[in-house]
């Protein structure tokens, strides 16, 4: 970890987000600056057009495998539903354990 960073404060999911995001962001830089030397018109070679597109293909590639398989996706969304149903059994629950004590505590009145 780097210390006196923006990353000192970030949990490990925070920093992977955020540097999942600065590749995305580089590698879109690397496709845009390869498509507009691709199409200047000083670029007249095949050699350096070919060259040119081979920076574009190998930056969609890196692209493409920051694309989720649907497996994966369909497994996220299982466990936020797992997660969601949790949190409303432990919320009956933490309702059910306080209505308990009320119960209780409350004295016997004959």
Same mark, same amino acid.
């Given at each position: $970890?780097?210390?006196?960073? @923006? &990353?000192?404060?970030?949990?490990?999911?925070?920093?992977? &987000?955020?540097?999942?995001?600065?590749?995305?962001?580089?590698? $879109?830089?690397?496709?845009?600056? @390869? &498509?507009?030397?691709?199409?200047? @018109?000083?670029?007249?070679? *095949?050699?350096?057009?070919? #060259?040119? =597109? /081979?920076?574009?293909?190998?930056? =969609?590639?890196?692209?493409?495998?920051?694309? *989720?398989? =649907?497996?994966? $996706?369909?497994?996220?969304?299982?466990?936020?539903?797992?997660?969601?149903?949790?949190?409303?059994?432990?919320?009956?629950? /933490?309702?059910?354990?306080?209505?308990?004590?009320?119960?209780? @505590?409350? *004295?016997? #009145?004959?």
């Amino acid at each position: $970890m780097r210390s006196g960073s @923006s &990353w000192s404060n970030k949990n490990a999911r925070q920093r992977y &987000w955020e540097l999942l995001q600065t590749l995305h962001d580089q590698a $879109m830089l690397t496709v845009r600056q @390869s &498509w507009k030397l691709y199409l200047s @018109s000083e670029n007249k070679t *095949p050699v350096g057009k070919v #060259s040119a =597109l /081979a920076s574009v293909q190998r930056g =969609l590639l890196l692209l493409s495998r920051f694309i *989720p398989d =649907l497996e994966q $996706m369909q497994l996220q969304e299982q466990v936020d539903e797992l997660i969601s149903k949790q949190g409303e059994i432990d919320k009956d629950l /933490a309702e059910k354990k306080l209505k308990d004590r009320v119960l209780v @505590s409350r *004295p016997v #009145s004959n």
